[in-house]
């Protein structure tokens, strides 16, 4: 499919200017901002909480800044191959941290990319937290130390798979602010968030002091929205807030190429089609470098509660991934490294709640052990790492006619690219070609062989690190250290042919065994050559100035795990070859937790709790520092005499557990509560939840962090239904941020009208259900614009000019695209009848993250109430011998539900196995949980504490250490 800007195949905005080539409506970055002093200052409007710009000259840089062209990124001064791998910080334990980033530079990764979780560093409005795991000037410190470049997403919007895409939950609840639209009161809070985000981070740019790590930042994700007058009004403001905050590297879009925003490299997401796909970016974005992040289908990226995984081949990724260097890509790999968002953080997309040990598919594990696919993506890694000199000069519109490397027709597709320090030459095969015989500029024949996968390479012409040229070679180039040790493999037991500054090299690739044997080691015109065979060359793990190959996992001491029936060894740059330091593959022990504890209190159901406090208008999770957890709402309920059947919460808290006189009744299900006829409905006690919102951070009609109040609705009587021939509307006019339409789009001229008379002062509850988008018209007047979440609105004669007292019409009018796809969504109209519990009639009792020991006590299991959530309690002892050590540990649990674990104080996280009254499929009974190394090594027993949302009591625990 070709690509446009502005999505559905919209034309490139502007017209080429016949003499510059620029686009007429594209300025270029700076090109209108005052020069002085080698300063270029940004226009700036003075939001009265953002302190003003701050210029860094210069002349005040040690380092030169980082720049880019078509080629590439030039960082300090070279030009670099930026090959990345998704690491989410706030995945991690503080502690372990430095152990993952390592584990991901010797896969051969040299940048991660990061998110900054907008909600969780600001959980409370005008509040930041950047301790512990949130430190991020920490983490960036690490990936320095690890040897990493990185690559922030600052939001606002920060994609999935956060919680409402990174966005506060307080906004919800907040009129003046549209999120995501250049309006004054959004950017005001982002203004804020920017301006304290960038304390942290600036002095860990790349073209400081001492050169930082940080390369380039990603501000919003997903902005698909095609208006560019909506654009303009928010993206380029985000970027010159960045800049005005000190922000002086590269800065990167990702929002699929619906808007072309002034100073910043629009990036490509996806999965399929990445040559095709990519090889078009270059014409949509000349004199920008290509980047690429690879990211799976949602449907499979993902753990689901309650649902089992598909195993994913280990070869699917590195396939893209060549691909993707082919098309001369500077490439991101999406949810590189495993781990387990704090609970509550997980959102949820279209194919329903992510879970929060979230990634289904990544390149390290929990315990930062590399996974098969992770193995398999090494020596792709440290290829653009090591010849990133020679992939970031190939010339950008050297872009000959090819096979379609994706065309299932069989044969043999080569792909070559040239550029100033060297040629690369791309091959796949399809079908069972074993090898292929090309022939370069001088008529050489040259052999290269596949082995055991379905794409391979050659350089030629390539720069050794200023230190020799690579005339050309048979096998495929892996790494070059030191400068002075090339890596190379081949199919086992074939013949290799190489040549270096003219000096020909014949030599046989070493047999096809396991036990660490023949690698061929030679030193050749002032370079150390080792020649690998596919066994051998998949077990190549870097090691600072060598290799260890035969190894699963190398540790920062030198220590390795070693691969099955393989010895691990390391190759100095000398060529000098040496045993690895062997660690056992296999945990230390096992321990299991039989006996529980639960912990008793106060019933929270009760409305004289002596935690319970009066709910007001501005008290909600968010200003109790809950946002993303849970509490107990406890209520008086006025239940009309005529016993309805519908009973509905107009706050944003619509999910969660449900007592009315003591008993359990049907659980919260958006918003809506079922109130047995025969309950004499007197007391109401909830405990509700933060609804996980979605990842793509588009309002949904649960948006907020209250219940609101309790009413009582009925249908409206008298409804009658037509469809109208209307005027096209532009939606335009009344809503900036608009997802999936594009520019100029309006509605179809027809609509659906619904009429009906209200004479009563109560509300009438506008419902639109989920997956389709348009305009609701109520009596001749745009009121809402509602998207693929659905719509629900209250409105009343009293409130709204709009509606009114007596006969009203209102109108849906689905957008043309919502049309195009079929989409026609169900609309119910309802009026109150009764009002059960005002929205301040609540009173509200806290969760807490820890039991308060002042208030109650643990006691036997057998004597706790395990109708609702609880907190549990285990404890397990280590063996001494195991303090000691810096591996992490496994967390394996069976039989609970949903809920958060803490182990001797440390936070280990979420889970969601299921719904409470829910079930699993086959597979999914159970959930790995890593458990950091510092957890583990105190002295005397370990403490273990589960809140599990149903109380449910785990029916297996093991601790692996």
Avoid at 29 to 42: E, H, K, L, M, V
Avoid at 350 to 366: E, K, M, T, Y
Avoid at 576 to 590: E, I, L, V, Y
């Amino acid at each position: 499919m070709p690509i446009r800007w502005g999505g559905r195949d919209r034309d490139f905005p502007g017209l080429r200017h016949l003499e510059t080539g620029r686009y007429a409506n594209v300025r270029s970055p700076g090109a209108d901002r005052p020069y002085s002093g080698g300063r270029f200052r940004a226009d700036y409007d003075g939001f009265g909480n953002a302190p003003p710009p701050s210029f860094i000259s210069f002349e005040e840089r040690n380092m030169p800044p980082i720049t880019f062209d078509g080629r590439s990124f030039l960082v300090s001064g070279r030009r670099t191959t930026l090959f990345g791998g998704g690491f989410e910080y706030v995945m991690q334990a503080e502690h372990d941290r430095r152990d993952r980033l390592d584990s991901l530079a010797r896969l051969g990764f040299n940048t991660v990319v990061a998110s900054c979780p907008w909600f969780l560093h600001e959980p409370t409005a005008g509040r930041f937290d950047f301790e512990g795991r949130l430190d991020v000037g920490r983490f960036l410190r690490e990936a320095h130390e690890s040897g990493l470049h990185a690559v922030l997403r600052i939001g606002p919007a920060i994609g999935a798979p956060f919680d409402g895409s990174g966005l506060p939950t307080w906004i919800g609840e907040r009129a003046d602010v549209e999120p995501r639209t250049g309006s004054p009161g959004f950017l005001e809070l982002v203004s804020r968030w920017f301006s304290r985000l960038s304390e942290e981070i600036v002095d860990l740019q790349g073209d400081r002091d001492g050169g930082g790590p940080l390369v380039a930042i990603q501000v919003e994700h997903g902005w698909n929205c095609g208006s560019k007058a909506a654009g303009r009004a928010y993206l380029v403001e985000l970027v010159r807030y960045a800049r005005e905050r000190g922000i002086t590297v590269p800065i990167l879009t990702s929002n699929g190429f619906w808007q072309e925003t002034e100073g910043a490299i629009e990036t490509w997401a996806g999965w399929d089609d990445l040559f095709s796909n990519l090889r078009q970016v270059s014409s949509l974005q000349p004199g920008k470098p290509r980047i690429c992040t690879i990211e799976r289908p949602a449907a499979s990226a993902y753990h689901r509660p309650g649902v089992a995984s598909v195993e994913a081949p280990s070869g699917d990724l590195p396939d893209r991934t060549v691909r993707a260097l082919a098309a001369g890509a500077q490439t991101m790999i999406a949810h590189a490294v495993d781990g387990v968002l704090p609970a509550g953080v997980a959102g949820r997309d279209v194919a329903g709640d992510i879970a929060p040990n979230a990634f289904a598919h990544p390149l390290l594990d929990a315990v930062g052990d590399p996974t098969a696919i992770g193995t398999s993506m090494s020596m792709i890694a440290r290829f653009a790492r090591d010849f990133g000199g020679v992939l970031a000069d190939l010339d950008p519109d050297d872009q000959p006619m090819v096979v379609d490397p994706d065309d299932p027709a069989p044969g043999v597709v080569a792909v070559p690219r040239s550029g100033g320090a060297g040629s690369a030459t791309f091959f796949f095969r399809k079908g069972g070609s074993e090898s292929a015989s090309v022939i370069d500029g001088s008529g050489r024949r040259i052999s290269v062989d596949f082995g055991d996968r379905d794409w391979t390479w050659t350089l030629a012409d390539a720069d050794l690190a200023g230190r020799g040229r690579l005339d050309w070679t048979s096998a495929m180039p892996l790494a070059l250290v030191g400068g002075r040790m090339l890596v190379l493999a081949a199919a086992a037991g074939s013949d290799v042919e190489l040549s270096i500054d003219g000096r020909p090299l014949s030599t046989t690739a070493p047999r096809a065994r396991r036990d660490g044997s023949g690698p061929v080691v030679e030193s050749h015109a002032g370079f150390t050559v080792v020649v690998l065979n596919d066994i051998q060359s998949r077990t190549m793990l870097d090691d600072g100035d060598g290799v260890v190959i035969g190894a699963s996992r190398v540790f920062r001491d030198g220590s390795a795990i070693p691969c099955e029936g393989m010895k691990p060894f390391r190759i100095d740059v000398d060529g000098t070859r040496t045993p690895a330091p062997h660690q056992d593959s296999t945990r230390a022990g096992r321990r299991m937790i039989r006996r529980w504890r639960a912990w008793s209190e106060p019933d929270c159901r009760s409305l004289d709790h002596p935690r319970a406090v009066p709910v007001d208008e501005d008290l909600g999770l968010a200003s109790i520092g809950s946002g993303l957890s849970h509490a107990w709402f406890t209520g008086t309920l006025s239940v009309p005499a005529k016993r309805l059947g519908r009973y509905l919460l107009l706050g944003g808290l619509r999910d969660g557990d449900c007592w009315v006189d003591g008993v359990k009744i049907a659980d919260v299900e958006d918003g809506e509560i079922v109130i047995p006829a025969k309950s004499r409905g007197r007391e109401i006690a909830m405990f509700l939840r933060h609804t996980s919102r979605s990842v793509d951070g588009i309002h949904h009609p649960g948006d907020g962090d209250r219940p609101g109040a309790l009413v009582a609705v009925e249908p409206i009587k008298q409804l009658t239904t037509a469809t109208v021939t209307i005027d096209p509307i532009d939606p335009f006019e009344t809503a900036a941020f608009i997802p999936d339409a594009a520019d100029g789009e309006q509605t179809v001229d027809e609509a659906t009208e619904y009429k009906f008379t209200h004479r009563r002062k109560s509300p009438v509850i506008l419902e639109v259900g989920p997956g389709s988008a348009g305009v609701v018209v109520v009596n001749g007047t745009i009121f809402r614009i509602f998207g693929r979440h659905g719509l629900r609105e209250i409105m009343s004669g009293t409130d709204d000019s709009a509606f009114k007292s007596g006969a009203n019409s209102i109108r849906i009018a689905l957008l043309e695209h919502a049309a195009e796809d079929g989409d026609s969504p169900t609309v119910s109209i309802s009026e109150v009848v009764a009002e059960v519990v005002s929205a301040t009639g609540w009173r509200l009792r806290r969760w807490e993250s820890t039991p308060d020991p002042r208030i109650g006590s643990w006691v036997d299991v057998s004597a706790s109430d395990a109708e609702g959530p609880r907190w549990i309690r285990g404890e397990v002892r280590i063996p001494g011998t195991r303090t000691g050590s810096e591996r992490s540990g496994r967390l394996r649990i069976e039989g609970v539900t949903r809920g958060r674990i803490r182990m001797n104080g440390f936070d280990l996280g979420g889970y969601a196995l299921r719904e409470p009254g829910g079930r699993t499929t086959r597979g999914a009974n159970s959930v790995e949980l890593p458990i950091p190394a510092v957890a583990l090594a105190a002295d005397g027993p370990i403490e273990l504490l589960f809140f599990d949302e149903a109380g449910a009591e785990p029916s297996k625990v093991t601790v692996e250490y």
